[in-house]
């Protein structure tokens, strides 16, 4: 069985952390280095949820695109939500390791995973990497829909192939607009618009998205907004990372357990349509 160090170097050669943004807070947060592996879990947030599954399922690492300290702390004391997550891994001997804006951009990263699971054909990054000659990694993706279709249709489509979540899927733009070029992003993209504008896509598909940023937008193009929560836009990359690490220990002979976690960690529970009209 390989020792974490040996998996924790894996998962950095496919997500070098020096490619994470200042601001992030990728790596491995809790582990010995010379303890054994033989199970590992993927999932996106290091809730204390995922890691009483991760207890269960009898894991040695967890694997979160989500950091679990994103800014400095000055305790882990097991009164504090985020501390009580730090006491059950290490009680239980579980390594935690993030990948966060590393895997934004890697090649494949999680628009790619996201692109996938809506079964469209990526042409580029939206964002290119400078720094990468090929082309290949960056932020975002541009897409191809093959065969065209509606907003309305596209927008069902990644209703059905994404995780359900209570917010579902929010449409912004002429639902009878065709749509043949998609620019995705994984998590919160409203930051991303002068890209999407410039790339000339007919719609775009991410999370979060805020009420002026969105409406600006719509006034400033027709360009459709496909609005999905931001849990569920980054959840087919455990699926992506899962296989890439089974690869992996398929061809080291690690025999390693590899799981994707199905707890849904979206913080929102439920939706109602609204039904009133304004005053």
């Not at 305790?75 to 895997?103: Q, S, Y």
């Not at 960056?138 to 995780?163: I, N």
Request: include cysteine; charged fraction near 20%.
């Amino acid at each position: 069985m390989p020792r974490l160090s040996e998996v924790i170097a894996a998962l950095d050669a496919l997500w070098p952390p020096e490619r994470a943004e200042e601001w992030d807070a990728v790596g491995t947060v809790c582990g010995d280095p010379d303890a054994e592996v033989t199970r590992v879990l993927f999932a996106v947030d290091p809730v204390q949820d995922v890691v009483d599954e991760a207890v269960t399922l009898g894991a040695d690492l967890l694997v979160t695109h989500h950091p679990l300290y994103l800014r400095g702390t000055t305790t882990v004391a097991a009164g504090h939500f985020k501390g009580r997550v730090v006491h059950t891994l290490i009680r239980n001997g579980i390594a935690l390791h993030v990948a966060h804006t590393n895997a934004d951009t890697a090649d494949p990263g999680v628009s790619d995973a996201l692109a996938g699971a809506l079964d469209l054909r990526v042409v580029r990054p939206l964002v290119p990497d400078p720094s990468d000659p090929a082309g290949h990694r960056g932020l975002g993706r541009v897409c191809e829909v093959d065969p065209p279709e509606t907003l309305r249709e596209f927008a069902a489509r990644a209703a059905r192939r994404l995780p359900p979540t209570a917010q579902g899927i929010r449409v912004a733009g002429d639902p009878d607009a065709t749509v043949r070029t998609v620019a995705v992003s994984g998590g919160s993209g409203d930051s991303l618009f002068d890209q999407v504008r410039a790339a000339g896509v007919d719609a775009f598909l991410t999370a979060d998205l805020r009420h002026h940023p969105a409406s600006e937008a719509t006034q400033h193009s027709p360009l459709g907004l496909v609005d999905a929560a931001h849990w569920a836009t980054e959840w087919p990359w455990c699926e992506q990372a899962a296989a890439q690490l089974d690869e992996i220990s398929d061809r080291h002979g690690w025999d390693l357990r590899v799981h994707v976690s199905k707890t849904v960690t979206d913080p929102w529970s439920a939706h109602h349509d609204s039904s009133g009209a304004p005053n």
